[in-house]
């Protein structure tokens, strides 16, 4: 297949990109479900998917063809006017998510964001003047000032001080952490974390998602909202359209991005219960929040999520690509845990490596996060070849690794 259209790059040219990014050596001009390719057409299992964003899987004709039509009738109006497939898309949304108010940002950290303001003003409402939010260390919540200050990780908010002030920062899982600061600290009025830590090692807290159950009790006993983080959970990535589905509470606040446009950038932060009517008219925008293009994608991509019944196929192929691992690995010092088809896989040691070892010797794209956890984020839509492919190249080339 070469009918597209190769980028003009100048190669006797500077690239004038800020260095931000640790590139690999490697570029692709094309993507197919399940795969990558490489101009000359060399093809890579995608296990990756852009970082739990391209669920559908590369191309995927219903997207492809929403984004088409779309742009060629109106990409942008503004919200100076009302947009009908924006108010299609949160209805969508709102639905599957369980909340009752949507605003579309474009990123997750943006989403974050608007979650933090929600939680500030919900303090001043109730003459807090300077509120504060519980988070969870070995957190990721984004790059911006308020995010990255909120995250739990110094090497991201390294050289960017000062940081964002009203975080109040304890151990994961730790409810007893979280019930000393509410004595300690009169001014919370809210908490924010990750049912599962993706770029933490992909964790839950250590008795599981009961740890949600014990927050949403201790945000009800002391009137604060329950704010979860799913850019990267949600959108069916667990195995249910959102992760804290696998309980039985409902946060106030809920932020997702990443699978939710399938590769196009746009996000959303979500509200019920104590969360709802905190925010109102100038308080807060965003100049492509909800474009006609970008909510057209939204509700075709959550559309495409149930008619495929990917939520279930999530479950399904995560549990079995789990179990043969975890039997194809028995002899080996590894811990296989997944939920749904966000999966990692713990090494006795660092393996940062092996992104290159998978990539040049087995043809395959994943990611090594807190430094020896092999990742996988592989499409929603995963065949059961496809996944005895993963399976086998990820057995050969870790029983490799640790030989």
């Known amino acids: 297949m070469n009918n597209?259209?190769?980028?003009?790059?100048?190669?006797?040219?500077p690239s004038h990109l800020m260095p931000v990014f640790g590139r690999q050596k490697i570029s692709f001009v094309r993507g197919q479900g399940a795969y990558l390719y490489t101009e000359d057409g060399t093809e890579y299992l995608d296990a990756l998917t852009g970082i739990a964003v391209c669920g559908l899987g590369h191309a995927h004709p219903a997207i492809t063809a929403a984004i088409a039509e779309q742009a060629a009738t109106l990409i942008h109006t503004s919200n100076l006017f009302e947009v009908p497939w924006q108010i299609a898309a949160a209805q969508k949304l709102a639905q599957v998510a369980g909340m009752e108010e949507v605003f579309f940002s474009n990123s997750?950290?943006?989403?974050?964001?608007?979650?933090?303001?929600?939680?500030?003003?919900?303090?001043?409402?109730?003459?807090?003047?300077?509120?504060?939010?519980?988070?969870?260390?070995?957190?990721?919540?984004?790059?911006?000032?308020?995010?990255?200050?909120a995250t739990g990780n110094k090497k991201v908010q390294e050289g960017f001080g000062p940081l964002v002030e009203g975080f109040i920062r304890v151990p994961f899982g730790d409810v007893e952490a979280i019930e000393e600061a509410a004595i300690n600290h009169p001014d919370i009025v809210a908490i924010l974390v990750e049912p599962i830590q993706g770029e933490g090692g992909v964790n839950t807290a250590p008795?599981?998602?009961?740890?949600?159950?014990?927050?949403?009790?201790?945000?009800?006993?002391?009137?604060?909202?329950?704010?979860?983080d799913e850019v990267q959970t949600g959108n069916g990535r667990t195995g249910q359209f959102f992760a804290y589905q696998h309980t039985n509470i409902v946060p106030d606040v809920l932020t997702t991005a990443k699978g939710?446009?399938?590769?196009?950038?746009?996000?959303?932060?979500m509200t019920q219960g104590r969360g709802v009517g905190v925010l109102t008219a100038g308080n807060h925008g965003s100049t492509y929040s909800g474009t006609a293009l970008g909510s057209r994608v939204v509700y075709t991509v959550i559309d495409t999520i149930e008619?495929?019944?990917?939520?279930?196929?999530?479950?399904?192929?995560?549990?079995?690509?789990?179990?043969?691992?975890?039997?194809?690995?028995?002899?080996?010092?590894?811990?296989?845990?997944?939920?749904?088809?966000?999966?990692?896989?713990?090494?006795?040691?660092?393996?940062?490596?092996?992104?290159?070892?998978?990539?040049?010797q087995h043809h395959m794209i994943i990611n090594v996060t807190a430094g020896n956890v092999v990742r996988l984020l592989p499409t929603l839509n995963i065949t059961k070849a496809q996944a005895d492919q993963l399976i086998e190249r990820l057995v050969v080339m870790i029983k490799n690794f640790l030989a």
């Open 260 to 269: 939710l446009g399938n590769g196009f950038p746009i996000g959303a932060v």
């Open 4 to 13: 597209f259209t190769v980028a003009p790059v100048q190669t006797d040219q």
């Open 207 to 228: 008795q599981g998602f009961s740890y949600l159950e014990d927050i949403r009790r201790i945000c009800n006993q002391h009137n604060w909202l329950m704010m979860l």
């Open 108 to 149: 997750g950290a943006e989403s974050n964001e608007g979650a933090i303001k929600i939680a500030r003003k919900f303090g001043h409402m109730q003459g807090i003047s300077t509120p504060k939010i519980i988070v969870a260390d070995h957190s990721f919540h984004g790059r911006t000032m308020a995010t990255l200050s």
């Open 307 to 360: 008619k495929e019944n990917l939520v279930a196929n999530a479950a399904e192929q995560g549990a079995y690509i789990v179990n043969q691992l975890r039997e194809q690995l028995a002899d080996q010092s590894v811990t296989v845990r997944g939920f749904g088809l966000m999966i990692g896989i713990e090494l006795p040691k660092a393996c940062g490596e092996l992104v290159d070892v998978a990539r040049d």
